[in-house]
């Protein structure tokens, strides 16, 4: 009976030896020991399929080996001494198989000291090679990411779900001023009062379309001044296609605004002038009737009469009115340049008073004549010209000053 059940439980034995030893060479984790030395003692099947060596190839070889020359150093260091003084060693580490394959293993390493025999290292490894690349694939995406968002010149903020703020890139506090702990610190006036309900339908209509779209409207930046900016947006969708955020890129658009406003000003004036010329050049004639009649009437007129004054003081607005028009016939540039000597003082002096009436009731125009200056040959046109252009540009430049 003794007999009998020793040999039962020797069976058993094996048995259970063997259904370990096939769970052990069924496993895809690679499961293998080490000595104290790191050289390999034992592995199962998925050990030589990962390092593409049979058992004998392995025994005996030390696993850094198998990594880079450089790396020998840390695996006595980082492994092998934290193994010693803890007992414990886990991480990921690159090898290479025989046929120069690299792969990466995550493992978790123990110190075995049996009560018997020599102590040894138990390490139970996985293939996470696939997980690696992908996480470095992905890094590479990010940081590809963020070097286009620090290089845009544009303002570019992104904000994850229920609208919290996530990243602004350099433009953003370049442009408006606020950095991105201010902004996650707490609410800031970075959207005027009356831009606020106009913001929120769109991000509505974003998140609800998922169509990007542009908007323009106005943001304030941190030292009170009010851009107008071009507002687009983009959805963030998560793996399952929810919205996960969004992106904003802004546009400061104040000086196109300007530019545009400063553009419908100079074709306005442009009416003006093709209507100014149009107006001067009937007006013209009409005056060179009414000098050529002054003349004539002059010619049948006893000197010193009182005909004669009223005739004279008609001839005189005449002129002065056929002065005007020449200007304005010069400002719709249709007359042809006639250039002759100049004294610019007193050419200056006859056009203070079309200058003032240019400028405005609201702005001062001094004039400081300057003493025994040369005269000049130029088309007393192309003067006036001059003279209101720039007299107009200053205006436009003290505007709200």
């Given at each position: 009976?003794?007999?009998?059940?020793?040999?039962?439980?020797?069976?058993d034995?094996?048995q259970?030896?063997?259904r370990?030893?096939?769970?052990?060479?069924?496993?895809?984790?690679a499961i293998?020991t080490?000595?104290?030395?790191?050289r390999?003692l034992?592995?199962?099947?998925?050990?030589?399929?990962?390092?593409?060596?049979?058992?004998e190839?392995?025994?005996?070889?030390r696993?850094?080996?198998?990594?880079?020359?450089?790396?020998?150093?840390?695996?006595?260091?980082?492994?092998?001494?934290?193994l010693k003084?803890?007992?414990h060693?886990?991480?990921?580490?690159?090898?290479f198989?025989?046929?120069?394959?690299k792969?990466?293993?995550e493992y978790?390493?123990?110190?075995?000291?049996?009560?018997?025999?020599?102590?040894?290292?138990?390490?139970v490894a996985?293939?996470?090679t696939?997980?690696?690349?992908?996480?470095r694939?992905?890094?590479?995406?990010e940081?590809?990411?963020?070097?286009?968002?620090?290089?845009?010149?544009?303002?570019?903020?992104v904000?994850?779900?229920?609208?919290k703020?996530?990243y602004?890139?350099?433009?953003f506090?370049?442009v408006?001023?606020?950095?991105?702990?201010?902004?996650m610190?707490?609410?800031?006036?970075?959207?005027p009062?009356?831009?606020?309900?106009?913001?929120?339908?769109?991000?509505?209509?974003?998140?609800n379309?998922?169509?990007?779209g542009?908007?323009?409207?106005?943001r304030l930046?941190?030292?009170?001044?009010l851009?107008?900016?071009?507002v687009?947006?983009?959805?963030?969708?998560?793996?399952?296609?929810?919205p996960?955020?969004?992106?904003?890129?802004?546009?400061?658009?104040?000086?196109?605004k300007?530019?545009e406003s400063?553009f419908?000003?100079?074709?306005?004036?442009?009416?003006?002038?093709?209507?100014?010329g149009?107006?001067?050049?009937d007006?013209?004639?009409?005056?060179?009737?009414?000098l050529?009649?002054?003349?004539?009437?002059l010619?049948?007129?006893?000197?010193?009469?009182?005909?004669?004054?009223?005739?004279?003081?008609?001839?005189?607005?005449a002129?002065?009115?056929?002065?005007?028009t020449?200007q304005?016939?010069?400002?719709?540039?249709?007359?042809?340049?006639?250039?002759?000597?100049?004294d610019?003082?007193?050419?200056?002096?006859?056009?203070?008073?079309?200058?003032?009436?240019?400028?405005?009731?609201?702005?001062?125009?001094?004039?400081?004549p300057?003493?025994n200056?040369w005269?000049?040959?130029?088309?007393?046109?192309?003067l006036?010209?001059?003279?209101?252009?720039?007299?107009?540009?200053?205006?436009?430049a003290?505007?709200?000053?």
């Amino acid at each position: 009976k003794d007999i009998t059940e020793r040999r039962q439980a020797e069976e058993d034995l094996r048995q259970s030896e063997k259904r370990f030893r096939q769970l052990y060479e069924a496993t895809s984790d690679a499961i293998f020991t080490q000595d104290l030395e790191g050289r390999f003692l034992s592995g199962n099947r998925a050990v030589l399929d990962m390092f593409g060596y049979p058992l004998e190839g392995l025994l005996g070889r030390r696993a850094c080996d198998f990594m880079k020359p450089e790396l020998a150093p840390l695996f006595e260091t980082e492994y092998l001494r934290k193994l010693k003084d803890t007992g414990h060693c886990q991480g990921i580490t690159a090898y290479f198989a025989r046929d120069g394959r690299k792969f990466y293993l995550e493992y978790q390493s123990d110190l075995i000291r049996p009560n018997d025999g020599d102590p040894f290292i138990s390490v139970v490894a996985r293939d996470v090679t696939h997980r690696v690349l992908s996480d470095r694939k992905i890094r590479e995406k990010e940081e590809s990411i963020r070097a286009i968002l620090e290089a845009n010149p544009n303002p570019v903020v992104v904000y994850g779900p229920g609208g919290k703020l996530r990243y602004l890139n350099p433009a953003f506090t370049e442009v408006f001023g606020w950095t991105q702990e201010e902004m996650m610190q707490g609410e800031v006036p970075f959207v005027p009062d009356d831009q606020r309900e106009i913001t929120a339908v769109r991000i509505k209509e974003l998140y609800n379309t998922g169509k990007a779209g542009t908007l323009e409207n106005r943001r304030l930046t941190k030292d009170g001044r009010l851009l107008d900016v071009s507002v687009s947006a983009a959805l963030m969708r998560d793996q399952h296609g929810t919205p996960s955020g969004m992106v904003v890129n802004f546009m400061d658009v104040t000086e196109r605004k300007k530019l545009e406003s400063q553009f419908q000003q100079a074709q306005k004036m442009e009416s003006v002038g093709r209507l100014a010329g149009g107006v001067a050049h009937d007006f013209n004639n009409m005056l060179g009737v009414i000098l050529g009649r002054a003349e004539l009437a002059l010619l049948g007129t006893e000197p010193g009469s009182s005909l004669e004054s009223d005739l004279l003081d008609i001839q005189k607005a005449a002129k002065r009115s056929a002065d005007l028009t020449r200007q304005l016939l010069g400002f719709a540039r249709k007359q042809t340049a006639a250039p002759k000597i100049l004294d610019l003082n007193d050419t200056i002096a006859g056009m203070l008073k079309m200058l003032r009436r240019l400028i405005g009731e609201d702005i001062d125009l001094a004039w400081f004549p300057g003493p025994n200056i040369w005269s000049v040959k130029m088309d007393p046109a192309q003067l006036d010209q001059i003279l209101a252009n720039l007299c107009v540009n200053a205006r436009d430049a003290i505007i709200d000053v």
